[in-house]
């Protein structure tokens, strides 16, 4: 007698998902009936998806609304210790880059919080040309929280007071994707901190899924780092690798 074929079950579907979960799922199928049509969003596209939307400041990560801050910023102090600590600084020329390596072969990176996953996780591209790409992100390192950074790039310009759908998709399909992975059961949100760049102008959009009720997004401003001051330019690179050096964490602000 033959014995019955083995049926493999994938055992994160038998977990009870967080409401987040299916809260970004129903939210995603509004963006993909509109992904064609709109690059930005209007605001009854953010009333309709439930987003509070608010400023952030790109030198604090502070939070201005009731939500919780999910990042603690790495300091441009704390950065250059640790790039000195391990010889990351050249010494004699006082000039200091994240690309530099250790003794030990190690760069800042290596020193953060953060592994780097190094695949294309979304993106919009039609044959004849790229309209936004998330090229890579950053996971916790010892996979002990959720919590997801990405480099996201897009062809349009950035617009101080509208959202990328893009930027809205990443934070949903990145957080839900953390939120259905076995480990993170326990886990009721998973924030996503976008990077956000089209051609030399940066900003950071941030949020997460606070169960079915709402999406808190906070937005910072734009960055052009395409000056003519090559030294300021850097020095608002560096604000923006503090986002990407930060440790998260799970604070709430008083008086927000």
Partial sequence: MSCPPEIKVDKSA???QPAAVGFCAQNIRYLRKTLRMTTYLEPADL????VKCTDIEIGDGIPKDEGLKVLELKSLDEINDIAEANRLIDMDNDKSSVNARTPAGKTLMDLSPWKVVRRITENYVEPSKIHWQARFSLHVRDDSM????????NEAPLVDDKLFLSELWCVLRLGARQLKRPEYSDHKIAPVTVV???????RIVQG???????????????????GIEEQKNL???VKVACWLLGKPCRDQIKGA
């Fill in 208 to 226: 997460y899924a606070d169960g079915a009720d709402c999406i808190f997004l906070r937005k910072s401003g734009i960055v052009d780092v395409d």
């Fill in 235 to 237: 020095e608002k690179m």
């Fill in 47 to 50: 009333a309709a998806l439930k």
């Fill in 196 to 202: 956000s760049a089209s051609g030399r102008t940066i």
């Fill in 14 to 16: 038998l977990l009870p």
């Fill in 146 to 153: 959720p919590d997801v950074v990405c480099y996201l790039a």
